[in-house]
């Protein structure tokens, strides 16, 4: 699919139009991925993070109730999601440097050696140091959003504290791939400045990284963080009308379905964000548009609500059991199966 196929896609007006994209995305899941869906059992493992993102919750200047897990809490977690059926355990965190090297490749060992559960961690942007040693430890996957394909909205969103360095998201996640992880990536939808065309070369981006994960969600700032609140962003420049990509629910499922396309051995899944945009339908609606994961959350309830990305997140209050039986049943409705092992990317 051209850049203009996906531009067009993305500006689609015609619901019979769409009714077209939803059937041929399902059809190419069902053909490279099978009807199975794989449920990724969540560990919100810290809420501390260095970095000041400008819509997150998480940001360092929020004054926040900060948390981290103990690693017998953790390998606790871990157990109950081997005990549920869950395949893989994902290790998610806020850039916490609280968060060092050895201990967490200690526990990724023991997870390996203990259970049969493939690891994946999201702990943001590492030294390659960490990144190698909880590789040859035994993490089979690292993700790591890289928001917008956009350097300067990326920047705009992103700023920089005094004594920090611009990273480059885009050469961690090769490197990633060339240390033996597979590699997961994804893109924010509808940040102020981002445009049709810009996040069609996001859609791009992932078939020429080849990704094996894809986690794609509607842009949702909090609040109580610099773009939340409304503030203007410094030098952004007026886009013209109609070029604005809208942070929709619309337009996450037409992000989702052409990711599908352009990648179609990826794991994609339906996330927490379009889950909170539609909690009657959401996840089932991305489900059958393309996706073939969903990630129950496994974080004890009294930190769930302290990993406060955003406000009013699904499931906040839910305890694993109840989203575990929830999500199974919710799957068995729409015909499709819980998927078996770690559900490694198809190739």
Known sequence: MTLTDLETWLRE?????????????????AQNVGDEIHLRGLLEISNFCVRSCGYCGLRRERKITRYRMSWPEVLECARQAVEYGYGTVVLQAGEDYGLRREPLAEV???????????????????PEEDLLAWREAGADRYLLRF??????????????????????????????????????GGVMIGLPGQTYASLANDLALFGELDLDMIGVGPWIAHPETPLGAGKAQAGQPAL??????????????????LARIVCPQANLPTTTALATLNKATGRELGLARGANVVMPNLTPVKYRALYEIYPEKDC??????????????????????????PGNRHR
């Open 13 to 29: 007006t015609s619901p019979a139009r769409l009714e077209e994209l939803w059937a041929e995305t399902d059809r190419v899941r």
């Open 108 to 126: 990724i060992q023991r997870l390996k050696a203990e259970t049969p559960l493939a690891v994946t961690l999201s702990l943001g942007e590492r």
């Open 240 to 257: 013209p009308a109609g070029e604005q990509a809208p942070n929709t629910e619309d337009m996450t499922y037409r992000v989702v379905a």
């Open 316 to 341: 906040v209050n839910e305890t694993a059991e109840a989203c575990r039986l929830c999500l199974s049943g919710r799957i068995h409705e729409m015909g499709r199966t819980v998927g078996k092992g």
């Open 147 to 184: 928001e917008t394909s956009d350097r300067k909205l990326y920047e705009r969103i992103h700023p920089l504290r005094a004594g920090q360095e611009r990273s480059d998201r885009l050469a961690l996640l090769r490197r990633l791939r060339e240390m033996g992880y597979e590699i997961g």
